[in-house]
């Protein structure tokens, strides 16, 4: 039925009788909330339309329609029919409690009877449903029971009973309720609820009983959302002259949270209270704004920032005729890898339906690459707005049906690893004595998922984690939002680790492993000498004579001979290259210093701590050979020029940290040619202090650098 949806009473007592347990055990009131809990929360995480309400019995005071000449009495409607919500959680949590009095649980289920009766009238419900959560203690009266069986009858109501004991199925034997600790009315009580579902259906009618323990256990997993499959109608084409009309069905995809968070006010707790506005401004002292439409994105490559509008990405978008599912062509089933495999989902391939001319297409298509063992390589689109996707389409035969399975392969792009070589494990040194691989095997068949024919493992009933996490989380931060979250659920624990039947039959391999191999303490390896140390170089060789190789030599190292020959000054490693040139001799000095300032200037533009270290890193290097080249002008006179745009260039974070670092000018102590006294250089970072407490005004200077790079 379109539009249909359930509708369900949750008729809980709450009298004095459910709050009495034996000690040491949890008084049934307790587990009955714990039981109401838990559907709730799966119905409000579900996202379901199904409708919902509670009746309590047992109150101390009487709130229903069917409250008339003292008849119906301590039976309260909490919630009326509607879709639950965090709201009755609430409820629940804080409101449902013990109460005092005692009432007739036929009576309560009277009253729900009427509720869903009266509040479903005019709409379209597939399911009426009641559940009864009691302990049966309170005197029932039998008058009317088949009265009530009848009505349920009529109505299609199905009814559900939560009990603190477990309910056997003892037919034909006259010792109903002995032996089990049981009260004269829970007895009596009992056979009338027997009576009930045997009377609604009389072959199952037990298995409408259950106990509050094993419904705790079973509720504890929240529901998953439930979604209706979408037809993908398009069609299938092997080359130009075939076509077979088929429709697709999602049959695995990736499950993912719905993303509802959302901004709102941290004491009000309401989004109307918080506005959110973005205002774009220029990075100047005036923080000038600037408008929506004035903006256009950037891709940023390398140090350079490439611009790039709507209209080019419109234009650089893929083109094509909309849904496709083209064969390519066939190739062996062996072929496609499964470690290969792409994409969060599996679709299943099925003709039209009402096509006879495409099902018999399609059948004789799957049962071919079947009988081949190949499969189907085809170019998949989802609609117009999709990029294309090659994968694979392999034949599916089951005794109710056939399709094809699609699932999306890699690019040459998608692919990694295979410039990665490892050693071969046949290794002389290594190999494994009989005694230790038949260890591992033991270890592996004791570790075995599948016993007797039945897997331990069931992925079909393994919820996801992270998703169980975070309802329970949602669901008491909602409840209690000033407490801490709680721990993990056990059952969420246990569900994560191996099967206990596992832990018990791998512990003996386990141990025979630990003897076998052995786990021992490897010392650090000695620092490996170079080769000079190894000759004797250092010792043998007079002071002067190794000083001055080990300036030839310096720089020197593999990664130089792989990069290869450097013909100037890069933006990946600016540094790097700059002494790599330096060393060649292949360029002036002045000209390989005007490289390296450029590039410095490039990376100053981007106003990021990352570039601002990379500068350092340049100036750094410009300084040092600069010292061994005992050229001191070009140095100074950059990092003078530099100094004097600092405060019309609002690069003050970028000065700190070149003075955290001591940058400074070459003195006549380093260079023989430098103008610069020890003590001016040891002054130029200090000046910088003074100058910002006297806070003058800034002088525009920003032509100096320019002129030093025409000078060079």
């Not at 630990?514 to 043998?540: C, H, M, R, Y």
Request: proline fraction near 5%.
């Amino acid at each position: 039925m379109a539009g249909a949806k359930s509708a369900l009473v949750l008729c809980m007592d709450v009298g004095f009788s459910m709050s009495n347990s034996a000690p040491g055990e949890e008084p049934p009131f307790a587990q009955a909330k714990k039981v109401i809990q838990k559907f709730v929360q799966r119905q409000v995480f579900a996202e379901t339309k199904d409708e919902l309400a509670l009746v309590l019995f047992g109150t101390d005071s009487t709130k229903n329609p069917l409250d008339r000449d003292e008849q119906y009495q301590n039976i309260t409607v909490h919630r009326h029919l509607m879709v639950p919500d965090f709201e009755l959680l609430e409820e629940i949590e804080h409101q449902v409690h013990p109460e005092n009095q005692q009432a007739d649980w036929l009576d309560a289920l009277v009253v729900c009877m009427d509720l869903l009766q009266t509040e479903t009238q005019g709409k379209k419900c597939d399911r009426l449903n009641i559940v009864l959560l009691t302990d049966l203690s309170t005197e029932a009266s039998s008058d009317n029971l088949d009265i009530i069986i009848e009505n349920l009858k009529q109505a299609g109501i199905t009814l559900q009973f939560f009990l603190p004991f477990p309910v056997e199925d003892d037919r034909g034997s006259g010792d109903l309720g002995r032996d089990k600790g049981l009260s004269k009315e829970q007895q009596r009580g009992l056979e009338m609820v027997k009576h009930i579902v045997l009377s609604l259906d009389e072959e199952e009618g037990l298995d409408e009983i259950y106990t509050f323990r094993n419904a705790v256990e079973q509720l504890c997993m929240f529901k998953r959302i439930e979604r209706r499959p979408m037809a993908w109608p398009c069609q299938l084409t092997i080359g130009s002259s075939l076509s077979i009309r088929i429709v697709g069905y999602k049959a695995v995809t990736e499950e993912k949270l719905k993303k509802m968070w959302i901004t709102v006010d941290a004491q009000t707790n309401k989004k109307d209270d918080v506005k959110r506005e973005t205002v774009y401004c220029l990075d100047d002292d005036n923080e000038t704004e600037v408008q929506r439409e004035d903006i256009i994105q950037g891709f940023r490559y390398g140090s350079d920032i490439v611009p790039f509008s709507k209209v080019d990405q419109d234009q650089m978008k893929y083109k094509h005729d909309g849904k496709c599912f083209a064969v390519l062509g066939f190739t062996k089933k062996n072929l496609v890898l499964r470690h290969q495999f792409m994409g969060t989902q599996v679709v299943k391939i099925f003709p039209a339906r009402d096509d006879e001319h495409a099902g018999v297409a399609m059948s004789a298509l799957i049962r071919g690459l079947d009988e081949l063992n190949m499969v189907a390589i085809v170019r998949y689109t989802y609609d117009r707005r999709s990029n294309p996707q090659v994968g694979a389409a392999f034949p599916c035969i089951k005794p109710e049906y056939e399709c094809l399975l699609y699932v999306q392969l890699p690019f040459m792009e998608d692919l990694y690893g295979r410039q990665h070589t490892f050693p071969s494990l046949e290794n002389k040194k290594i190999t494994p004595s009989e005694t230790q691989l038949s260890a591992m095997d033991s270890l592996i068949d004791s570790m075995m998922l599948v016993a007797e024919e039945e897997d331990l493992l069931k992925p079909h009933h393994l919820p996801n984690p992270a998703f169980q996490r975070h309802f329970q989380c949602l669901h008491h931060r909602a409840v209690h939002p000033e407490s801490p979250l709680p721990p993990m659920e056990p059952w969420l624990e246990a569900a994560l680790d191996r099967p206990q039947v596992i832990k018990e039959r791998c512990q003996a391999p386990m141990e025979e492993i630990k003897k076998l191999f052995p786990l021992t303490e490897v010392e650090k390896k000695k620092k490996l000498k170079t080769s000079a140390q190894i000759f004797g170089k250092d010792s043998e060789e007079p002071d002067a004579k190794k000083a001055k190789e080990d300036e030839a030599d310096d720089e020197y190292n593999l990664a130089d001979i792989a990069e290869g020959s450097v013909t100037s000054v890069g933006s990946v490693d600016p540094a790097r290259d700059f002494r790599a040139l330096i060393k060649q001799k292949t360029l002036p000095f002045g000209e390989v210093c005007q490289q390296l300032t450029h590039r410095i200037e490039q990376l100053l533009s981007n106003k990021n701590t990352h570039y601002y270290m990379k500068s350092i890193t340049c100036i750094q290097a410009f300084r040092e050979q600069s010292v061994k080249q005992g050229n001191a002008e070009l140095f100074n006179s950059y990092l003078q020029s530099l100094k004097r745009s600092i405060p019309s260039r609002a690069l003050e974070v970028f000065w700190d940290l070149l003075v955290q670092d001591a940058v400074t000018l070459i003195s006549k102590d380093e260079v023989e040619g430098s103008t610069v006294s020890k003590n001016e250089a040891i002054q130029f970072l200090l000046a910088e202090e003074k100058k910002e407490q006297a806070a003058p005004e800034p002088v525009e200077d920003t032509g100096d650098v320019d002129d030093l790079l025409d000078m060079m």
